[in-house]
T-cell receptor
Framework: DAGVIQSPRHEVTEMGQEVTLRCKPISGHNSLFWYRQTMMRGLELLIYFNNNVPIDDSGMPEDRFSAKMPNASFSTLKIQPSEPRDSAVYFC??????????????FGSGTRLTVV | AQSVTQLGSHVSVSEGALVLLRCNYSSSVPPYLFWYVQYPNQGLQLLLKYTSAATLVKGINGFEAEFKKSETSFHLTKPSAHMSDAAEYFCAVRKTGGFKTIFGAGTRLFVKA
């Protein structure tokens, strides 16, 4: 298994540009999570999907952020327009969830976003 | 609502010494508990998880954690630190049957030669 695959690994963009981060979860995992990590705020959950449906997007900072999961093997996180304060490492994680089973998450390697 | 508190943002130990990273949780229902490790420029890796089958949980790389309901704690230990253990460690909690995992602020472990 290749694990959770995120692309790109690094992204440098100018303020005001659109940024799209991509994630391929592990096959068979039915939940997908987007997290943002910064020194100041630690790990923040942005949004999570279960069976491709967004369950909770209360962590999305503002309307500039949007996420989609068109199928079980692909998700995107889009920032439009981007701002310098969006600079962070964005992680995608996937898991099997449901019932009483205790599954942990598998994280991707992250996308380091720098907005200048 | 669930939450998790990690005591100490930085812990420094000598190589060969005991590692103890502290985690306390709050949850209105029996939770699932996890420890994750993050090495520089990498994503988080699952170290171990509490499954309710046993209060002492063994994980990878010689780490273990003990669930103590009376103390609402889930501290992570390793008898003998190795240089390769230097990383950031995150305690996390999830409500039984729930989707959402809440992570602590993390504890950075330094190992001195």
């Amino acid at each position: 298994d290749a694990g959770v695959i995120q692309s790109p690994r690094h992204e440098v963009t100018e303020m005001g540009q659109e940024v799209t981060l991509r994630c391929k979860p592990i096959s068979g995992h039915n939940s997908l999570f987007w997290y943002r990590q910064t020194m100041m705020r630690g790990l923040e959950l942005l949004i999570y999907f279960n069976n491709n449906v967004p369950i909770d997007d209360s962590g999305m900072p503002e309307d500039r952020f949007s996420a989609k999961m068109p199928n079980a093997s692909f998700s995107t996180l889009k920032i439009q327009p981007s701002e310098p304060r969006d600079s962070a490492v964005y992680f995608c994680a996937s898991s099997r969830t449901g019932g009483e089973e205790n599954y942990g998450y598998t994280f991707g390697s992250g996308t380091r976003l720098t907005v200048v | 609502a669930q939450s998790v508190t990690q005591l100490g943002s930085h812990v420094s130990v000598s190589e060969g010494a005991l590692v103890l990273l502290r985690c306390n949780y709050s949850s209105s229902v029996p939770p699932y508990l996890f420890w994750y490790v993050q090495y520089p420029n990498q994503g988080l890796q699952l170290l171990l998880k509490y499954t309710s089958a046993a209060t002492l949980v063994k994980g990878i790389n010689g780490f273990e954690a003990e669930f103590k309901k009376s103390e609402t704690s889930f501290h992570l230990t390793k008898p003998s630190a190795h240089m390769s253990d230097a990383a950031e460690y995150f305690c996390a909690v999830r409500k039984t049957g729930g989707f959402k995992t809440i992570f602590g602020a993390g504890t950075r472990l330094f190992v001195k030669a």
